[in-house]
């Protein structure tokens, strides 16, 4: 997670400028990550990989350029492997709790998505 900034957005972004863009790479590479920030001031993400015997652990961001990774053994444990993405939502951004809202976003803006959702 740390790293996905560094993933290609700045290079795709210039090239949708241009009109070069491949739309279909659109959230492949962090920018569907980074749009939790217009709802939540902070992210948590607390994942445990499949290779046996590894940690669980939490990353976490307040939207700035800084992040921290943590031993996260006192969270809900998985039982094999697994992420959770935990959004701390701003406060004019409560609507987001009642699945309707979200229900119609989902229905609005996933029109370019090829899988269902």
Known sequence: ?????QSGTK?????????????????QFGVGFYSAYLVADKVEVVT?????GSP???WTSNAG???SISDASDEE???????R???????????????????ELLERYSEFIEFPM
Do not use: C, W
């Not at 997670?1 to 900034?5: E, P, S, T």
């Not at 009109?19 to 279909?24: C, I, L, Q, S």
């Open 48 to 52: 445990k990989s499949m290779q046996p």
């Open 85 to 103: 993405l935990i959004l701390h939502l701003k406060e004019d951004a409560a609507d987001y709790l009642e699945s309707s809202k979200v229900e």
């Open 11 to 27: 290079a795709f972004v210039e090239a949708l400028g241009e009109g070069t863009a491949d739309v279909n790479l659109i959230g």
């Open 1 to 5: 997670l740390g790293r996905i900034a």
């Open 77 to 83: 444990p998985f039982e094999t492997s697994g992420t």
């Open 65 to 67: 350029s800084s992040f």
């Open 56 to 58: 669980q652990l939490k």
